[in-house]
């Protein structure tokens, strides 16, 4: 179960002109955590009018051995805009684990990756993790070069393609059902998607357009949550899945595509 933590920043730099890698000592955190994860952040801004609102933020990697997690986000809040002026050696309260990790299965040899946004570090994070007979592709969509995760956060054998483009719906189909060549969902084992909802149902559409069968448990999508208690209590993230109501904060964030509405 979540519960609060003190921890403290063991290093904090810009990884692209947008993005930020927050390194933290939390050894309990490390131990425990899991691809898909994530944390909410105080962010003490006392200018912040949203300052008792805890920021989600999924976690990019774990060092066990050093007794470390990391964040990757991207400063453009007033709440992030205070977390990325922390220095090395601040302290900062979080709770986590949050969520579910990744359900991910032994038998997969081949891992197809594709998010935009905040989680693509969960994204980047289930590359990091995966058993070392699995092929996993990452495909990382942004409105710009300075959005996306750069590749030296990734381990050398993973295939990781970019797209910049300012029509995500576009882009996902473009990516995943390409005028030349075959699909990746054709040799795809799993997929794993980080999407907002409009360009998750357009992944949906072309799924159902190149797999003959689409089986329970062969797609994941994170289903956002805004922020909240993160323990369930307040329902502010409720939604509305073909398996009825369900909390993303404690029940998901990730949920079988086959589950979400309209899919």
């Given at each position: 179960?979540?519960?609060?933590?003190?921890?403290?920043?063991?290093?904090?730099?810009?990884?692209?002109?947008?993005?930020?890698?927050?390194?933290?000592?939390?050894?309990?955190?490390?131990?425990?955590?899991?691809?898909?994860?994530?944390?909410?952040?105080?962010?003490?801004?006392?200018?912040?009018?949203?300052?008792?609102?805890?920021?989600?933020?999924?976690?990019?990697?774990?060092?066990?051995?050093?007794?470390?997690?990391?964040?990757?986000?991207?400063?453009?809040?007033?709440?992030?805009?205070?977390?990325?002026?922390?220095?090395?050696?601040?302290?900062?309260?979080?709770?986590?684990?949050?969520?579910?990790?990744?359900?991910?299965?032994?038998?997969?040899?081949?891992?197809?990756?594709?998010?935009?946004?905040?989680?693509?570090?969960?994204?980047?994070?289930?590359?990091?993790?995966?058993?070392?007979?699995?092929?996993?592709?990452?495909?990382?969509?942004?409105?710009?070069?300075e959005g996306l995760p750069p590749p030296f956060l990734l381990p050398s054998?993973?295939?990781?393609?970019?797209?910049?483009?300012?029509?995500?719906?576009?882009?996902?189909?473009?990516?995943?059902?390409?005028?030349?060549?075959?699909?990746?969902?054709?040799?795809?084992?799993?997929?794993?998607?980080?999407?907002?909802?409009?360009?998750?149902?357009?992944?949906?559409?072309?799924?159902?357009?190149?797999?003959?069968?689409?089986?329970?448990?062969?797609?994941?999508?994170?289903?956002?949550?805004?922020?909240?208690?993160?323990?369930?209590?307040?329902?502010?993230?409720?939604?509305?899945?073909?398996?009825?109501?369900?909390?993303?904060?404690?029940?998901?964030?990730?949920?079988?595509?086959?589950?979400?509405?309209?899919?």
């Amino acid at each position: 179960m979540a519960r609060q933590h003190t921890v403290e920043i063991a290093d904090h730099r810009q990884v692209t002109p947008r993005l930020r890698w927050l390194a933290l000592h939390a050894p309990d955190l490390a131990q425990d955590v899991r691809p898909g994860h994530s944390l909410l952040v105080w962010c003490n801004d006392p200018g912040d009018p949203y300052r008792l609102l805890r920021r989600p933020l999924f976690v990019a990697a774990a060092r066990h051995e050093l007794g470390q997690i990391a964040l990757l986000y991207a400063p453009d809040e007033p709440g992030l805009a205070w977390l990325a002026r922390r220095i090395p050696g601040d302290s900062l309260n979080v709770i986590g684990l949050c969520g579910r990790a990744l359900p991910f299965a032994d038998r997969q040899h081949n891992l197809l990756l594709i998010g935009a946004g905040a989680g693509l570090a969960a994204l980047i994070f289930a590359a990091c993790a995966a058993p070392p007979h699995t092929i996993v592709t990452l495909i990382a969509i942004a409105g710009d070069q300075e959005g996306l995760p750069p590749p030296f956060l990734l381990p050398s054998a993973v295939e990781y393609e970019t797209i910049v483009s300012a029509d995500l719906t576009t882009a996902v189909a473009g990516a995943l059902q390409p005028a030349t060549g075959p699909s990746p969902l054709a040799w795809a084992d799993a997929v794993v998607a980080a999407l907002p909802r409009a360009a998750l149902a357009t992944l949906v559409q072309v799924i159902r357009a190149v797999r003959l069968r689409h089986l329970p448990g062969f797609a994941h999508a994170l289903i956002g949550a805004p922020p909240g208690c993160g323990f369930g209590a307040c329902g502010v993230c409720a939604i509305q899945l073909s398996s009825g109501v369900r909390l993303p904060c404690v029940e998901g964030p990730w949920f079988d595509v086959r589950e979400v509405r309209g899919s």
